[in-house]
């Protein structure tokens, strides 16, 4: 047998979970085997946090590299969580750079260039981002392959499950709340039966699927490739139903989270991000805690948003253009930003998981969409990782990895999560290797 | 040109693409049924045949209005319909289009499928709706044949074509078990009808055609769908399905139920859609203004704009009959009690709440005319706390004159002065895009146009200074000058670029080609590359909209200068393939 499924079982047996995905590293029969029993049993998860607008390069990037780093001034609000992160700088996006905000998450997450000339709502990119190919993989031993979610109201995120297949995103604290932990929501350990009509939906969700197949064949090669996307939307759906038929995995930190408020009212006419960003915090850390996805991408604000920032007198993106000189105003408005990205990592880090915490077994990856924001360029693309012990990040370091292609970060990630990938990318987004020095 | 003309130009559209080369339109019978009365010599040619790529056959998911309208229209207006659904999607602007691409995530399929059950609870356990929609009794808890002719009837509304018999059984089977599985016959009913909504012949038009030698023709459903959709933003109604059955969508009586379509209240909502996407009223939705800077801005702000926009257009197409230029310089308007009060006019009913509008007609004293003198634009394009000449002036390019207008290169230093004694007014601040070539380029052909709106802030409310200085709202649309936004509106009307962009816009939405062809639709500005990146910009790898001081302070921290560089040139290639 190969040493691999040894974690397999074991995971399959203490979560009662079904058969995991087949994970490639050997650290259960390396290193500590003491705490890959007692922690074994927790999934890994991996999530991005995304920003717009960029940063202000020559503030970002910390004087130091390696382990002797110190967070540089647009990071100060990170020096308490120092400990937990890894500051990745230096790499580029190689792919096209033609569309300001766009082409940088385009090159970074699905490894090619934007398709059209512009990046609104209505773009798309050609490929699926890895998140999505990482969803694939590991989310189908949950009940939401992965979870698309937002600050700052919008409709469409960056995930992409294929070319044109761009991912709604939920903005909205109670909504999300009620898909997560509302009907369908069953605590851990909840033995009562499960309700009749539950089987009803799937015979209707069967039905369904056969009229896609059906139509599906009277279609032209584009639309079926359309219809299949749905087709695979309705089978998941399916499994969800089975899974709540199921019991739930008995997770001893999860539990239901208090019900966010309906809406969150502006402050002085500008919208409360900090206490909006605090409540998506907790309700995304207890949907990874309850097993419910293991992937999420987290969009704190869009590319192009005009977010009045406390004190700011402009709009962001308006500031990240018209603001002279160092930009000060842009400044204060990053670093309130990681403050909020602070509090989601100490999120995390508060909820236990055997003798380690959540964070230790969610790898964090915040980034934003394109490097100067005033310019648009995507060399020196800021990236900084969390959490990740479990996925073998090497933490409290700065990676300088300067001219590195970023689409090595973006491979690296899905080797870390398992996926047993050789290569990413298509022309000069593509890699055939990981970006060295980012595991231990 | 008239809207009707418009319509039917573009209902034309809707017709001609049934072959797979469009007819000119002048060829066209309903075309020639259009030439109404009074319509003014306006050049509304159509771009060349060729210009167009054979409409391509897809699928189209329904937009959220289009699911919306089917159920209101299948069943009543007084069904709470849910609103979280999969959203649409407008590459190019265009709802259209976006249907013919998008498909439906795995969230969008969760939030169908509650939508679904939402509804089919609705219909079926209110005893009044159940007594309407389900025309027979039950004979025990499972009845088969009773809900075969409940599921037969509205299938066939809902999927715009009969349900075959396998179809029918299937459903029919999930309502039986449901139903014993209940023990009640119309909550087995559910199932099947949830079924029915969350089936893909709903969510997807299937408007495909089959080829006959040069043409494409649309099966005789399809076509009911193709003409209700684009007129009515909705399905079709009984009428316009028995006549497909009869196999009657040809010839007269085709041209008498096009005639009664448009004749109907429902063309309202065909017209709505239209300028909700033109116009990109949807993203009212996601604005917000500085408290402390307007304390006129309110949630409703948003919804109050669009609605002004939508009646004062509707009004001018359906009411009046009038000339459709006229929604650039028409001084009458629709106003709730918010917009009334950010206009500085008074509102002329008291005691009056936020969705009562009232028509109300401005003084030619004041500037503000037409859609561009309308909050919704006004608003729409600008910052939170200050106005945006350069997106106004992208806006009246891109929507009014369809013009693409690029995006700036990348590696523009593009910091604007702060206002100071020699530059108040947003005017002089942004004279560095007049002086510094490589901003002028496009900058020319956007400020020129917007800077004529600075006299209204970024809610709309009418302003004479900013910082204290006197406002000049002179500028030219190309060579034609104008003094105000009142004349720039006149100018804006007589522009033959205007008519031709709504029509081929309408056309657009009927036609939805792909993105790509609907691209080839727009006209591309010649900007010539040398503006764009000008030789001394590349070398130094960085371009700048600061005006030259050769401080190193002004130029960017970036340090990737040799990438910049090269992506600068890219942009001006790709400027240079353009033409």
Not at chain 1, 200 to 214: C, F, K, M, N, Y
Not at chain 1, 417 to 434: C, D, H, S
Not at chain 2, 231 to 253: F, H, I, R
Request: net charge positive; proline share 7%; charged share 25%.
């Amino acid at each position: 047998m190969k040493p691999l499924s040894r974690r397999t079982i074991l995971r399959g047996t203490v979560g009662g979970l079904a058969a995991a995905v087949a994970l490639p590293w050997l650290e259960a029969m390396t290193n500590t085997t003491r705490r890959a029993r007692a922690n074994g049993s927790f999934p890994k998860r991996f999530g991005v946090w995304f920003f717009g607008n960029g940063v202000i390069p020559e503030q970002w990037t910390p004087a130091v590299e390696g382990a002797m780093w110190q967070p540089s001034p647009l990071m100060m609000p990170l020096s308490t969580i120092k400990q937990h992160l890894c500051v990745v700088t230096g790499t580029r996006v190689n792919t096209l750079n033609t569309t300001p905000h766009g082409s940088g998450p385009a090159g970074l997450f699905s490894g090619d260039s934007l398709s059209g000339s512009e990046f609104t709502q209505g773009s798309s990119f050609r490929a699926a981002t890895f998140d999505q190919r990482i969803a694939e993989a590991v989310g189908g031993d949950t009940r939401f392959r992965s979870l698309e979610t937002a600050v700052q109201p919008a409709q469409y995120g960056i995930s992409h499950a294929g070319p044109n297949m761009r991912l709604p995103i939920e903005p909205d604290p109670r909504r999300l709340f009620n898909r997560l932990f509302g009907e369908g929501f069953r605590a851990p350990g909840d033995m009562t039966m499960p309700d009749p009509r539950l089987s009803l939906r799937r015979s209707v969700l069967d039905a369904v699927a056969g009229q896609s197949r059906t139509l599906a064949a009277r279609v032209g090669v584009e639309d079926r490739r359309r219809l299949d996307a749905h087709f695979t939307a309705v089978r998941a759906i399916e499994q969800q139903i089975a899974r709540l038929e199921s019991n739930p995995p008995n997770l001893a930190s999860c539990r239901r989270p208090d019900m966010p408020p309906e809406s969150i009212p502006d402050v002085m006419g500008r919208p409360d991000m900090r206490t909006k960003s605090r409540i998506m915090s907790e309700l995304l850390a207890m949907a990874m805690a309850c097993d419910t996805s293991r992937v999420f991408f987290h969009m704190y604000s869009q590319p192009v948003n005009n977010t009045l920032f406390p004190a700011a007198t402009s709009g962001h993106h308006q500031l990240t253009h018209d603001e002279g000189g160092a930009q000060p105003q842009v400044g204060t408005i990053l670093r309130y930003i990681m403050e909020d990205f602070a509090t989601f990592v100490n999120t995390l880090a508060r909820i236990p998981e055997g003798d380690e915490t959540l964070l230790d077994h969610t790898l964090v990856m915040l980034t934003t969409d394109c490097s100067f924001g005033r310019t648009h360029s995507v060399d020196e693309y800021p990236m900084i990782f969390a959490g990740g012990r479990s996925h073998g990040l090497r933490r409290n370091t700065h990676l300088r990895a300067r001219g590195e292609n970023a689409s090595k970060v973006s491979l690296s990630i899905m080797q870390m999560m398992g996926l047993r990938v050789a290569e990413f990318g298509m022309g000069a987004g593509r890699v055939t290797e990981p970006l060295a020095g980012l595991t231990t | 040109m008239n809207l009707r003309t418009g319509f039917l130009l573009s209902v034309v559209a809707t017709l001609g693409v049934a072959c797979t080369q469009p007819a000119p339109v002048q060829d066209s019978g309903v075309g020639s049924d259009a030439s109404v009365d009074d319509v003014p010599p306006v050049d509304v040619r159509l771009p060349p045949a060729a210009a167009y790529v054979p409409n391509h056959p897809r699928l189209r998911r329904l937009t959220r209005a289009q699911y919306t309208n089917s159920i209101r229209d299948v069943f009543d207006e007084t069904l709470i319909v849910p609103r979280s659904l999969e959203p649409d999607k407008r590459p190019e602007g265009s709802s259209s289009i976006g249907g013919t691409e998008t498909t439906i995530s795995q969230r969008g399929t969760e939030q169908y499928q509650d939508a679904a059950y939402d509804l089919a609870e609705q219909i079926l356990r209110n005893p009044m709706r159940r007594a309407m929609y389900v025309r027979c009794t039950p004979a025990g808890v499972r009845d088969d044949a009773c809900a075969g002719t409940f599921l037969r009837t509205y299938g066939r509304r809902l999927w715009r074509r009969p349900v075959t018999e396998a179809e029918l059984a299937t459903m029919v089977a999930i309502s039986g078990r449901a139903a014993e599985a209940l023990m009640d016959f119309h909550r087995g009913l559910e199932f099947g009808l949830s079924t029915i909504l969350q089936s893909p012949n709903f969510l997807f038009r299937e408007e495909i055609g089959t080829i006959r030698g040069a043409e494409r023709r649309y099966e005789r459903y399809e076509l009911a769908s193709r003409l209700s959709f684009f007129l009515w933003n909705g399905p079709p109604d009984d009428a316009l399905l028995d006549a497909a059955e009869m196999n009657q969508l040809q010839g007269d009586t085709l041209a008498g139920h096009v005639d009664r379509l448009i004749q109907s209240p429902k063309l309202r909502r065909g017209l709505d859609a239209f300028v909700t996407d033109w116009l990109r009223l949807e993203e009212l939705d996601f604005i917000s203004r500085d408290a402390t800077l307007f304390p006129a801005f309110s949630a409703d702000f948003g919804p109050s704009a669009r609605e002004e926009v939508l009646r004062t257009i509707a009004w001018i197409v359906l009411e009046r009959d009038g000339d459709f230029r006229d929604v650039l310089t028409t001084r009458e308007s629709f106003v709730n009690r918010k917009l009334a009060s950010i206009y500085g006019i008074p509102f002329p009913t008291r005691g009056a709440g936020p969705t009562q509008f009232e028509r109300v007609t401005f003084s030619p004293a004041q500037p503000r005319r037409g859609i561009l003198g309308m909050a919704a634009f006004l608003a729409l394009e600008a910052h939170p706390t200050s106005t945006s000449p350069t997106l106004r002036g992208k806006y009246v390019r891109e929507l009014i004159l369809c013009e693409a207008v690029p995006p700036p290169p990348i590696g523009v230093n593009t910091a604007i002065p702060e206002p100071n004694p020699n530059a108040r007014t947003l005017r002089e601040r942004l004279e560095v895009h007049q002086e510094v070539t490589s901003c002028r380029g496009c900058h020319r052909f956007l400020d020129n146009i917007g800077l004529g709106f600075e006299n209204f802030d970024a809610l709309g409310r009418f302003r004479r200074e900013d910082n204290g200085a006197t406002i000049d709202p002179s500028g030219s649309i190309d060579s034609t000058p104008f003094a105000d936004p009142s004349s720039m509106a006149t100018a804006l009307r007589e522009n033959p670029s205007f008519p031709r962009c709504v029509v081929n816009r309408q056309r657009r939405r009927a036609a939805a080609p792909g993105a790509r062809a609907a691209r080839a639709l727009v006209r591309r500005r010649r900007l010539s590359p040398a503006r764009i990146a000008p030789r001394d910009g590349a070398r130094r790898g960085v371009s700048t909209c600061e005006r030259p001081r050769g401080s190193a302070a002004a130029a960017p921290a970036d340090t990737g200068r040799r990438r910049d560089g090269r992506g600068q040139r890219r942009h001006a290639r790709r400027h240079a393939r353009r033409h």
